[in-house]
């Protein structure tokens, strides 16, 4: 599985966009990168995964460039509702029976009014 | 609501005894994962099941056990507890697609032993 390494933490302000770069040297072939969002006390939620080139939903953007090596999630006008920690994964399912995901440290986003 | 269910949501319990953790996963996944998060190991992958089969071990003490039922729904034992056994303890479920995971989780076991 491929090691991630992402900022340990991040300041911002209410109404800016949040941009949180994450490396992944090794990333194979078959992984996959996927962003979870964790709030004190709760379990981690899914928010968005992407193969290549860039992925948005409703919530945010994933930006990842031709090599792979690195991805980047955008969260546009956060709010203070966003303070939480941010985890990078890169995986893959093996044989249609699911993958194990290691999570790293995570970036502890804090958003200020 | 992820669709994974965890019981109970607290528990305390004293060094020694032995808990048994409960979850249910999201309808129609068939893999269940168990996670520990301490203040300061962060989230440690402890093991996975699918469909009634271990899958993958983590870091995952010999005191601590678990098992898939037939039904699907998962439990982990932690025997002999100690001090620093007390964690969250989260459920994970996945959608098993040929080259893509997501993971549900529950909203996890508070276990405190004093």
């Known amino acids: 599985l491929a090691k991630t390494t992402q900022p340990i933490s991040m300041d911002s302000y209410e109404g800016q966009e949040v941009n949180i770069t994450c490396s992944h040297n090794?990333?194979?072939?078959?992984?996959?990168i996927t962003w979870y969002q964790q709030f004190p006390s709760q379990g981690p939620r899914f928010i968005i995964q992407?193969?290549?080139t860039k992925v948005t939903n409703e919530v945010a953007s994933l930006f990842i460039p031709a090599d792979r090596k690195s991805s980047t999630l955008s969260l546009p006008r956060v709010s203070l509702s966003d303070t939480a920690v941010y985890y990078c994964?890169?995986?893959?399912?093996?044989?249609?029976?699911?993958?194990?995901?290691?999570f790293g440290q995570g970036t502890e986003l804090s958003v200020k009014p | 609501d992820s669709g994974v269910t965890q019981t109970p949501k607290h528990l305390i319990t004293a060094t020694g005894q032995r808990v048994t953790l409960r979850c249910s996963p999201r309808?129609?996944?068939?893999?269940v994962y168990w996670y520990q998060q301490s203040l300061d190991q962060g989230l440690q992958f402890l093991i996975q099941?699918?469909?009634?089969?271990?899958?993958a071990k983590g870091n995952i003490l010999e005191r601590f056990s678990a098992q898939q039922f037939p039904d699907l729904h998962s439990e982990l034992n932690l025997s002999s507890l100690e001090l620093g056994d007390s964690a969250l303890y989260f459920c994970?479920?996945?959608?098993?697609?040929?080259?893509?995971?997501?993971?549900?989780f529950g909203s996890g076991t508070r276990l405190t032993v004093v």
């Open positions: 994970a479920s996945s959608v098993t697609q040929p080259t893509t995971i997501e993971y549900a």
């Open positions: 090794n990333i194979a072939t078959n992984d996959y």
């Open positions: 992407g193969y290549k």
């Open positions: 994964l890169v995986g893959s399912s093996i044989y249609n029976q699911g993958g194990k995901l290691i």
């Open positions: 309808s129609g996944d068939l893999s």
């Open positions: 099941y699918y469909n009634g089969e271990e899958r």
